[in-house]
């Protein structure tokens, strides 16, 4: 003989069934030391796995990354200050061939997301060595309105590291805005850029991410093109990519000469006051030794 039993009781019986399942499944998982959904998901990864932006990717490709996560960016310009030790000369890729020369520091308007190809010579020591570095332009800055040539991001380029690409090793530079809420309270206007760093299998741009935002990237090597003409020489330039200079931020002496200073007339001076006339209870001096 059986029993009826009704539909609403059967669902509930299930839906007990259910949720004391899960609840030992969850209990088990707590028990072994093991997160709920940490476990399943780094199970599925394996165990080279590596992240999506690295430093070793091939110029080009982070920028690229950056464009498709911010697609504002593209077509967006950027001003670059591009320094190196005394006599240095840089030649920018233009049209197929490397532009006059432009003195240090050279001040240019590049685009975000692309590759830049420069010459470096005028090297002091060894007139002949000649260079040939990249600029990655990853991020923007937010200057002021019209006043984007005087914030532009510096990449500086000393001795250390001539000396570091002429014996062919690879030198990388990320630079990065810091973060204002860990950055250190210290004046670097007119110093040489601080530098961090870091050891070769350590991965920098994901440590200037740790300290703030990356917005550009340098390589320079010791590699020399052996060609001078055709596609393998195009794609040793990265195509050339539009650039431009920027205007020089104005100095008070080329106002002067521009006639742009302004000039504040002063008001004649009271007349003294007579020497026998005796101060009142509320007049005061203030002497001031220049």
């Not at 028990?31 to 394996?46: E, K, N």
Request: glycine share 6%.
């Amino acid at each position: 003989m059986f029993r009826h039993i009704s539909f609403p009781t059967m669902v509930l019986g299930w839906v007990a069934l259910i949720v004391i399942c899960t609840l030992a499944v969850l209990f088990s998982n707590v028990a072994m030391g093991q997160a709920p959904y940490a476990a399943v998901s780094t199970a599925r990864l394996p165990s080279g796995s590596r992240a999506l932006i690295d430093d070793e990717m091939v110029p080009g490709a982070i920028g690229s990354i950056q464009l498709q996560r911010k697609p504002q960016l593209r077509g967006a310009w950027q001003a670059v200050e591009v320094r190196g030790p005394k006599g240095v000369r840089f030649n920018l890729a233009e049209a197929g061939q490397f532009a006059p020369d432009i003195p240090s520091p050279a001040r240019l308007g590049l685009l975000v997301g692309a590759v830049y190809r420069l010459r470096l010579t005028g090297i002091e020591g060894d007139p002949d060595l000649e260079l040939f570095p990249t600029i990655e332009v990853i991020d923007k800055t937010c200057p002021p309105a019209e006043r984007e040539h005087r914030f532009p991001i510096p990449i500086e380029i000393d001795e250390s590291d001539i000396m570091d690409a002429a014996r062919g090793e690879l030198v990388m530079r990320v630079i990065y805005l810091e973060d204002s809420e860990v950055a250190e309270p210290v004046d670097t206007s007119g110093k040489p850029q601080r530098v961090l760093d870091i050891r070769p299998t350590q991965n920098a741009l994901r440590t200037a991410d740790q300290l703030g935002r990356p917005v550009a990237i340098l390589r320079m090597g010791s590699r020399v093109p052996n060609v001078t003409q055709g596609q393998d020489w195009l794609e040793f330039l990265y195509h050339c990519p539009p650039w431009t200079t920027l205007k020089p931020i104005p100095t008070k002496q080329m106002l002067i000469d521009e006639g742009r200073w302004p000039i504040i007339e002063y008001p004649n001076a009271v007349p003294n006051a007579a020497p026998n006339a005796a101060p009142n209870a509320t007049s005061g001096s203030i002497s001031d030794s220049r």
